[in-house]
């Protein structure tokens, strides 16, 4: 039986639908639940990771370390994994997160600058962490830079590297490209991030894990930016019918799925308009409730302004595109 590892991204990916609004009460649940669950790694942090907290991506209302030891003091059996960006967290945020209580770091750049984590990546494994490389926005690189950043990340000391779909933008046979490679030039873990932007979250998974990626990512209810992750109770539904081993408890994993997560949802993980123009055009996820805002406030289209985020390319870090482009559409201009 091939075993797979699911991390669970439901209070980190989530933080973008939650508004980075979680309270210490809701983590410690998830956290319990999760333990419960026999969930291996759960990722706890801001949206946007370890330092996040701030006007350019939303001030947190709990901080962050409180959540990780919080989340850690319930948890059970399960390990606390932390994501971190070159740019935003820095030596001491990853450090205060060994303190808090994380086993592992995810570090992650965008999909052609895996160079620029060199130093984070040493810091981990320095640090005794579990690490990991983590890709975002695959979509926009081809396969062959893809496999060049992934062995860089390995030549760092990544211990797994991430295809990440942060746009959720991907097709089936894309997935299975890209892994493809990977497996073949890299010797260590394949993990895969989904969204589920185009309707295809848990398609894109099912074909990363049948072109060798053995961690994959998922969120409770989808809680996650724009339509949210791929669903892990479903996942784990999903692959016990396909044979695959998990650990994971079924049962209890749909129990705090719906008995704490949905009840606290601002929204259901819909696929919308809007949410499915970030697949379709490219648009970084976490961009949608931002999006959202500049609409109202400048009375726009908000699909007229991801079509332009996607013609431009932006990135996680240009948030501020967005309100420049809905100022240019509001005086009848095209941005770009």
């Known amino acids: 039986m091939k075993e797979l590892t699911i991390l669970d991204v439901t209070l980190r990916d989530g933080s973008h639908s939650m508004r980075h609004a979680f309270t210490e009460q809701q983590v410690r649940d998830v956290a319990r639940g999760i333990g419960k669950a026999n969930v291996k790694y759960f990722e706890v942090s801001h949206g946007d990771g370890l330092g996040g907290s701030s006007l350019q991506y939303g001030f947190s209302k709990v901080d962050e370390l409180k959540l990780i030891e919080a989340a850690n003091e319930e948890c059970g059996d399960a390990q606390?994994?932390?994501?971190?960006?070159?740019?935003i967290g820095i030596r001491e945020d990853l450090k205060n997160a060994v303190t808090a209580g994380a086993k592992m770091a995810r570090v992650a750049t965008h999909v052609t600058e895996a160079d620029v984590a060199k130093q984070h990546i040493q810091l981990s494994r320095e640090l005794g962490l579990k690490t990991v490389g983590f890709l975002m926005m695959a979509h926009m690189a081809p396969t062959n830079v893809l496999v060049q950043q992934a062995k860089l990340f390995e030549s760092y000391g990544a211990e797994i590297v991430y295809v990440t779909d942060s746009a959720g933008a991907m097709l089936p046979h894309e997935v299975t490209e890209k892994i493809?490679?990977?497996?073949?030039?890299?010797?260590?873990?394949?993990?895969?991030?989904?969204?589920?932007?185009?309707?295809?979250?848990?398609?894109?998974?099912?074909?990363?894990?049948?072109?060798?990626?053995?961690?994959?990512?998922?969120?409770?209810?989808?809680?996650?930016?724009?339509?949210g992750n791929t669903q892990t109770e479903v996942m784990v539904a999903v692959f016990e019918r396909l044979g695959y081993g998990t650990g994971v408890d079924l049962f209890a994993t749909m129990d705090v799925a719906n008995e704490i997560v949905a009840p606290f949802m601002p929204r259901p993980q819909e696929i919308n308009g809007s949410s499915l123009l970030m697949g379709y055009a490219g648009v970084y996820s976490?961009?949608?409730?931002?999006?959202?805002?500049?609409?109202q406030k400048y009375g726009v289209d908000e699909r007229e302004i991801l079509l332009q985020l996607g013609q431009m390319k932006a990135v996680g870090g240009q948030e501020d595109l967005i309100i420049e482009i809905a100022r240019a559409l509001a005086n009848g201009k095209q941005f770009v």
Request: glycine fraction near 10%; hydrophobic fraction near 50%.
């Open 286 to 295: 976490s961009f949608l409730l931002f999006t959202q805002e500049a609409s």
């Open 80 to 87: 606390i994994s932390v994501l971190i960006l070159p740019g």
């Open 180 to 227: 493809t490679a990977l497996r073949s030039v890299i010797s260590c873990e394949i993990g895969f991030h989904a969204h589920n932007n185009l309707s295809l979250a848990m398609a894109n998974t099912m074909a990363a894990v049948e072109a060798g990626a053995t961690f994959i990512d998922g969120s409770l209810r989808c809680l996650g930016a724009g339509s």
